[in-house]
C-alpha cells in the first residue's frame, strides 16, 4: 500500500506527496503527458528531440548536471509514445535544488539554434546506430505502420524517418514547448524523507509563479477494428530469420489489460512458461521465442516474436505459435499454472514498491490515468483473473483477422 498526498497548484500543476521516513534519500519525478502520440504526422520525433533538449540548460541554469552533482544526486528522463518523463533522486536534505532545476526548465529552457543543433545531431546519430544500423533495429519502423493505420502510433518515439529530425526549426520546436511543457500538462511526485507542508512550500515558490499555459485537449483518430490479417516480408542482413506476430489489445484503463497483460506472462515467463517449454525446449523450433504488451495507454499491441532455428521453415515457425496461442484458446487454463503467473506478477510489483523511484513514477502515471490511488489496487485486479477470463479474452485476441505479421528473411 503506498500511502501519499495530493493537492493542485493555482497554475494547474498537480502534486503528490510520498512520505518515507525509512531513507534518507528523496525522489522528484515530473512526468509531462506528452508523447509521440501528440505529435504531427510530418514533424515526428519531437518529444523524444525534447528529451534530449531539456538537458541542454535553461535560462539560468546553463549546465543541468553541474549543481546537481555537486549535492549527490543524478537524473534521467525516458519518452514513450504516451508520456515524457524527467527524475531526479538526492539527498533528501537537498530536495530543493531538484525544484529550482526543474521549475527553471518548465519555465525558460534555453533554445538556441547551437543547442538544437547539438542535440539534433545527437537524435540522428541514435536514430542510426539503433534503428537502421542493427540488425532487427527498424523492427517498430515496420511493425508499428504495419499494425496502425490511423493512430498516432503507427510511428515509433524516434520518429517516422530521419528527415524529420534533421528538419526540425527552432520555431517549431518552441512551438512544440509551449504546447506541452507547461504547469496544467504535468504532475509531479515526491517522494522520500520529505513532509507534506515543506513539498506543498517548495512548490508554491518555485512552481507557483509559472504562467499556466493553454490546456492541451487531445483528440486522436481511433484506430478502426482489423478485418483482415496483414503480411510483410523483408530482407535484411541480419543474423537469422525472425518473425514477429501483433495482435491490436485493449487501452491500458480497460479491465481487459490485466486478462491480456497475465496472457503474455503464461506464454512466456521464465522457463516454465508455454511457448519456452514447448517450442524452445520440447520441439526445439527457436532460439528464442517471447510475448508481451505495449503497455499503451491507448489500445496497444500484443506481440509474439520469436528466432527460429536454423533449418527450421518460417512456416512451421510460424503454425507452431499458432498452434500454442490456439491452445489457450480452446483449453482453460490449469488453476496452478495461472496462480503460479499471478504470485510471480505479485512479486514483482511488491518489489517494485520498495523502490522510492518506482513508486515516484508509478504515482505519476497512475494519476496521469485518472487517479494514483489506483496504484494500490493493481495487485487485486490481477488477482481476481480467472481461467474463464483468460480463455475468452485469448479467443478475443488472437484470431487471423486481428494479426499482423512481420517476417524478416536472413539475406
Given amino acids: 500500500m503506498v500511502k501519499f498526498n495530493r493537492f493542485t497548484l493555482d497554475n494547474g500543476l498537480r502534486v503528490i506527496v510520498h512520505e518515507d521516513k525509512t531513507t534518507p534519500m528523496a525522489v522528484l519525478n515530473i512526468l509531462y503527458d506528452v508523447g509521440a502520440r501528440d505529435e504531427d504526422p510530418k514533424q515526428t520525433g519531437f518529444a523524444h528531440l525534447f528529451e534530449h533538449l531539456m538537458f541542454g540548460g535553461s535560462v539560468n541554469i546553463p549546465s543541468y548536471d553541474e549543481p546537481l552533482q555537486r ?28 525544484f529550482w532545476l526543474e521549475s527553471d526548465r518548465m519555465l525558460s529552457l534555453a533554445f538556441s539554434e547551437k543547442s538544437l543543433e547539438v542535440q539534433r545531431n545527437v537524435v540522428m546519430e541514435e536514430f542510426k546506430q539503433r534503428y537502421l544500423n542493427q540488425p532487427y533495429g527498424d523492427v517498430w519502423l515496420k511493425l508499428r505502420p504495419l499494425a496502425y493505420k490511423v493512430h498516432p502510433y503507427r510511428w515509433a518515439t524516434i520518429g517516422k524517418e530521419l528527415a524529420h ?11 512544440f514547448f509551449k504546447k506541452h511543457y507547461n504547469p496544467q ?103 528464442e521465442i517471447h510475448a508481451y504488451t505495449t503497455e499503451s495507454i491507448d489500445a496497444g499491441m500484443f506481440v509474439v516474436d520469436g528466432k527460429p532455428l536454423a533449418g527450421v521453415s ?45 513508486k515516484a513514477m508509478n504515482l505519476a502515471f ?46
Avoid: C
Fill in 185 to 287: 500538462n504535468a504532475i509531479m511526485v515526491v517522494g522520500g524523507d520529505v513532509d507534506t507542508e515543506q513539498i506543498r512550500a517548495l512548490a508554491e515558490k518555485w512552481f507557483g509563479p509559472i504562467p499556466a499555459g493553454l490546456k492541451y485537449h487531445r483528440d486522436l483518430p481511433q484506430e478502426p477494428v482489423q478485418t483482415e490479417a496483414r503480411r510483410q516480408t523483408v530482407t535484411a542482413k541480419v543474423p537469422l530469420n525472425s518473425l514477429y506476430i501483433a495482435f491490436h489489445m485493449p487501452e491500458r484503463t480497460d479491465e481487459e489489460y490485466y486478462t491480456t497483460d497475465l496472457i503474455s506472462d503464461l506464454l512466456s515467463r521464465g522457463n516454465s512458461s508455454r511457448l519456452y517449454r514447448t517450442l524452445v525446449k520440447e520441439k526445439q523450433l527457436f532460439s
Fill in 314 to 358: 518460417i512456416a512451421d515457425a510460424e503454425a507452431a505459435i499458432w498452434e500454442e496461442l490456439e491452445k489457450i484458446k480452446n483449453e482453460l487454463v490449469e488453476n496452478d499454472e495461472l496462480t503460479k503467473v499471478k504470485n510471480k506478477t505479485e512479486s514483482t510489483m511488491m518489489f517494485s514498491e520498495m523502490s522510492l523511484l518506482d
Fill in 71 to 98: 549535492v549527490g544526486g543524478e537524473n534521467n528522463a525516458f519518452t514513450s509514445n504516451d508520456i515524457t518523463n524527467y527524475y531526479i533522486t538526492l539527498p533528501a536534505v537537498n530536495i530543493e535544488t531538484a
Fill in 165 to 175: 529530425i534533421e528538419e526540425a526549426q527552432i520555431g517549431d520546436v518552441k512551438a
Fill in 366 to 411: 497512475f494519476e496521469l490515468l485518472g487517479d494514483a490511488d489506483q496504484l494500490n489496487l493493481e495487485i487485486s485486479r490481477y488477482l481476481a483473473i480467472t481461467p474463464q477470463h483468460v480463455q475468452r479474452q485469448a479467443q478475443h485476441l488472437f484470431s487471423k483477422q486481428n494479426s499482423s505479421t512481420l517476417i524478416y528473411l536472413a539475406e
